[in-house]
């Protein structure tokens, strides 16, 4: 499929083109970030009846960046004992892993940076290299508590990716392709021909709903545990392991874990946009449907889904590492592959 | 495999639950007061920072005795008869002690209210007073006396010499306090 971009439409195909298509979506994450950060502390307060941030700007809306300029003025701390090289590359090679996804997320029918064929694939492919960048950060520390949350972060990242592609391949039998903007192209129209719906088609659809709501719930729960965030952070379990695999990292460094992360859960809401909430697509038809809606739409979605992540962060506690093994083998998984074989069955005898 | 079914059943839908709570907590009035914008209404009755009347203090140093913490220093001189200045209290009566330092020192101050109960002319009470953290202690020892310095060396002068006065004219009256003071010691 030709890629559609309107950069490269604008300004043809050369260096300038490639630097601006590739530092938009940077720019994003960095806004982004800052945004959740504030919707963190603040969706947190409001739960805890509190008011959260009031002091930085109007309301504290910049608190989030004078939590960043605080973090750029720390001290720049290398702990003695580690293993210098590892210990520096970590947070980038997390970070690098956490932007990389963004390559193939369709913001707009006519932005996506690489519109390749075999985006979903490519997602899952650059979402295990976190993993990596958390076990060479929890081992170089020289901390057991890091090393610890390491381990685990790397156990739980194996679990879960299993439930997540299984819920991601199903969809992709349903749609038969795997370009994360054709798959948006499938579901343009009202809300009903999303994917969590059952996709476009007849009313012989009515037998996958169940099994794609299901899906639609799995993948959002394995997403939860792959960006390890609560219930799922016994990675960094305070209680247990201080602050897990980034315990020794301080300042900017802890800042580039800290921006990681909120970028993973953009790139797991914006999965699950783009496979189960129809992408930039409006759901009310022709409604304020278009490139720059598009935009709108899927940047909309997809922070409605980081908002019930920090939403579910502030109601359930952590769970333990038994029941967390439990829930990814012994329940997501089985639950997954049945859908699974449903789906597949349904688009067989279609 | 029924059980594993209720588990989940119970799993997900006691997390539903919990979002539930959380989500109508998110629009309940928050608690929270702005404090240094907004101020939590003192109860009636609140016991803060202590205020002197001076004009209402006659001088009987009761406040002092009931402090439980010592932390009120009453020093008073008579009043002189030949003092020009002479001061009426709001009960009509003559003043008869001039108070020459009245200090409270807030760093040992317990507020538990006894001086308040025990003074008998309510000269001393409660405000509605509390942010006045200093950086320095001596700044905590507050000072109500209205006489200045040279006022209360002045008035010393005064009695002195009344006292004088007083011997040179009537010798025998003076005596009377010597001999009590003795009388008192031997009784001890």
Known sequence: MENVNFLYDLLGRNIISVVLVISLPLMFVLVYALVAILAELKVS???????????????????????????????????????????????????????????????????????????????????????????????????????????????QLISYEVPAAMAVLSIVV?????????????????????????????????????????????????????????????????????????????????????????????????????????????????????????????????????LVQIWIRWTLPRFRVDQLMYIGWKVLLPLSFICFMAISLFVMLK | MIQYIKNIWAGLSSSFIGMKITWKHLFVKKVTIQYPDQRFTLPEKARNRLYLEMSKCNGCNSCAIACPVNCITVETIRVSPNDPQQEVHFNGKDRKLWVSRYEIDFAKCCYCGLCTAACPSDAI????????????????????????????????????????QEKVCHPETDKKPADNKTADKTTE
Request: charged share 15%.
């Open chain 1, 45 to 155: 307060a409001w739960i805890q009846e509190r008011l959260g941030p009031m002091r930085t700007g109007p309301w504290g809306i910049m608190q989030p960046i004078a939590e960043v300029v605080k973090l750029i003025q720390k001290e720049d701390i290398t702990p003695d004992k580690s293993s210098k090289l590892l210990y520096n590359l970590a947070p980038f090679i997390i970070f690098t892993g956490a932007y990389a996804a963004f390559a193939v997320i369709p913001f707009s029918e006519y932005f996506v940076p690489a519109g390749i064929n075999l985006g979903l694939f490519y997602i899952f492919a650059v979402g295990s290299i976190s993993a990596i960048g958390i076990v060479m950060g929890g081992w170089a520390s020289n901390n057991k508590y890091s090393l610890m949350g390491a381990m685990r972060s790397v156990a």
């Open chain 1, 174 to 306: 349903l749609a038969s392709t795997m370009n994360m903007q054709e798959i948006n192209k499938l579901q343009t129209g009202w809300f009903w021909n999303w994917f969590i719906f059952g996709g476009p088609g007849t009313l012989a659809k009515i037998w996958v709903i169940p099994f794609t709501l299901g899906l639609g719930l799995i993948y959002f729960i394995s997403s939860l545990a792959e960006t390890n965030r609560v219930p799922f952070d016994i990675p960094e379990g305070e209680s247990e392991l201080v602050a897990g695999f980034h315990t020794e990292y301080g300042g900017m460094k802890f800042a580039m874990f800290f921006f990681a992360e909120y970028a993973n859960m953009f790139v797991v809401a914006a999965v699950l946009t783009t496979i189960f909430l129809g992408g930039w697509n409006s759901p009310f038809n022709t409604f304020m449907q278009g490139p720059f809606w598009g935009v709108f739409w899927f940047v909309s979605k997809a922070f409605s889904v980081v």
């Open chain 2, 125 to 164: 009470n409660h405000t509605t007073e509390y942010e006045y953290s200093e950086y320095k202690r001596e700044n905590l020892v507050y000072k109500f006396q209205t006489l200045t310095p040279e006022q209360v060396i002045e008035k010393e002068r005064l009695l002195a010499e009344f006292r004088t």
